[in-house]
């Protein structure tokens, strides 16, 4: 058998990592400004998930979700702590689209409605109602075009109150910045708005912070920036530092229904030993407080970069999400990041460079990416 051919590859192959560093099968050594597509928060191969993981599988991998799990409980009080939402109730699944598709379902649940409102360049996943309220109609199959959505401009507030007015609006959801759709920031004034406009209207508001959110911003999550507190956040990647997870954090106004949600693998014990670790470095290391630093001195030495040299046209982000807009092809100068530098990191579009890194990225670090950044746009 082969496998289904659907990634565009680069020809390495990922054997180590270490820290904000992996190596290929030849020994080279990369700078890994890409975090496996922002899913690598704590670092590679952090010594205390190492040992905390391995301690777990050893003892118990799996059991279902039909016996208590004292390990979801602590999740959730771990989390519920540092995030600043205590009072909010915890459904632990797979995967981001999973995360989104039960965040939806419960709000469709909850107000007894169909429509969701999306932002044009959303994305939210690859499944059935994420991908439909995932602004490309490349990647929804007939089967998932159902009508529910309705995409409206990123920041147009009227645009979005005068949807919610009619009425029959179940769920606005929403990267407060936008990943996918390359670095597109929510400002504080829509994101309060929309806020209002949802409690007006019976509309749940749902953040989906599954690329922006777990410290990668700088705060615990980037709507935290914007002064608003969503009804549901969904969060995924940076939370298990690779192991497959996703969370909806749900407000206490949402009564659980038995059955109403459920999975066989979600929130199993070897995910939430990983999950936990996790917020153990991130405490222990002010991973957060980091991921705001060292992307405030990314962000501006990318600026005078932006100034002095050619390229860059604009640079935009927060904390350790940033988009690099070039007026050349992205594809060449990331190929030769790769290539030539070692250097990984993510796009957007044809003109987008996207940095995701660990959140553990040292100023060392930093400053090797911009030198060879800088190398690299020269010879362009
Ligand atoms: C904002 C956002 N939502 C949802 C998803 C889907 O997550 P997953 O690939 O884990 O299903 C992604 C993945 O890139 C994402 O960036």
Not at 152 to 177: R, S
Not at 358 to 374: N, V
Request: hydrophobic share 40%; proline share 4%.
């Amino acid at each position: 058998m082969k496998l289904f051919d659907v990634y565009p590859l680069f020809d390495i192959s990922i054997v180590k990592g270490k820290g904000c560093n992996v190596w290929d099968e030849g020994g080279q050594k990369y700078l890994d400004l890409y975090g496996g597509h922002a899913v690598i928060s704590i670092g590679h191969a952090h010594p205390h998930y190492v040992e905390t993981v391995s301690r777990q599988v050893g003892q118990l991998g799996f059991y279902s979700n039909s016996v208590i799990n004292p390990l979801q409980q602590q999740l959730a009080k771990r989390l519920g702590a540092v995030s600043g939402y205590d009072d909010y109730q915890l459904f632990l699944i797979n995967s981001g689209a999973e995360a989104n598709e039960n965040a939806l379902k419960l709000a469709s649940f909850h107000t007894g409605r169909k429509r969701i409102l999306s932002a044009q360049k959303a994305f939210h996943g690859r499944t059935s109602l994420a991908v439909e309220a995932t602004d490309n109609p490349k990647i929804i199959a007939p089967v998932n075009a159902n009508g529910h959505v309705t995409y409206l401009p990123l920041n147009d507030l009227p645009a979005w109150e005068a949807e919610l007015a009619k009425g029959d609006v179940a769920a606005v959801i929403l990267e407060c910045i936008q990943g996918v759709g390359g670095i597109r920031m929510v400002t504080e004034e829509f994101a309060q708005g929309l806020s209002a406009a949802c409690r007006r209207h019976g509309a749940v508001l749902i953040c989906d912070e599954i690329q922006c959110g777990y410290g990668r911003s700088g705060r615990f999550f980037a709507h935290q920036w914007l002064g608003i507190r969503p009804d549901i956040i969904t969060v995924a990647k940076g939370i298990a530092n690779g192991f497959p997870m996703g969370g909806v954090l749900i407000s206490p106004e949402f009564t659980p229904v038995y059955g109403q949600l459920g999975t066989t693998f979600g929130g199993n014990h070897l995910a939430c030993a990983a999950a936990l670790a996790v917020l153990d470095v991130m405490e222990e290391e002010s991973l957060v407080r980091n991921a705001d630093e060292m992307g405030n001195y990314l962000i501006s030495e990318l600026k005078k970069m932006q100034g002095e040299t050619s390229h860059i046209v604009d640079v935009r982000g927060r904390g350790l999400m940033i988009g690099i807009e070039l007026d050349v092809p992205q594809k060449q100068v990331r190929e030769a990041l790769i290539y030539d530098e070692h250097v990984f990191t993510g796009c957007s579009g044809t003109n987008l460079l996207r940095l995701l890194p660990p959140l553990c990225l040292t100023k060392a670090g930093a400053d090797e990416f911009l030198s060879k950044l800088k190398r690299v746009l020269n010879n362009v």
